[in-house]
């Protein structure tokens, strides 16, 4: 079972990039598919969740308006599209599944499959 995110690179501040996240070894199809990030000397953090339809939707509020997180279940692929990049948005992000919807998760929640993470790096 693997969950393979990518997208990430270096972007300028304002700009733009879209991660993905595809599942193998396995369908996730009746999970939710959720975005971590980790900044460098700091904690795993929620940025995203997507629940098995759309009707379950959330995001952290410091990505509130810049981050739109979508999925195709058909593909087991999610997506982050990310606007107005900002500095304080550089770290490894993260993909993971759950059984659960969670609307502001934790790392310690019931999350059995990690993606191995995409760097984001956003320069003044």
């Known amino acids: 079972v693997q969950l393979q995110a990518s997208g990430g690179g270096l972007v300028q501040a304002g700009g733009s990039l879209r991660l993905s996240c595809t599942a193998s070894g396995r369908s996730f199809y009746n999970y939710g598919m959720y975005w971590f990030r980790q900044a460098p000397g700091k904690e795993r953090e929620f940025v995203a969740g997507?629940?098995?339809?759309?009707?379950?939707?959330f995001y952290a509020d410091s990505v509130k308006g810049r981050f739109t997180i979508s999925r195709d279940r058909a593909k087991d692929t999610m997506y982050l599209q990310m606007t107005s990049l900002k500095p304080e948005d550089t770290a490894v992000y993260y993909c993971?599944?759950?059984?659960?919807?969670?609307?502001?998760?934790?790392?310690?929640?019931?999350?059995?499959?990690w993606g191995q993470g995409t760097l984001v790096t956003v320069s003044s």
């Open positions: 993971t599944v759950s059984r659960n919807v969670y609307s502001n998760p934790k790392e310690s929640d019931d999350f059995p499959y």
């Open positions: 997507i629940g098995r339809t759309t009707s379950f939707i």
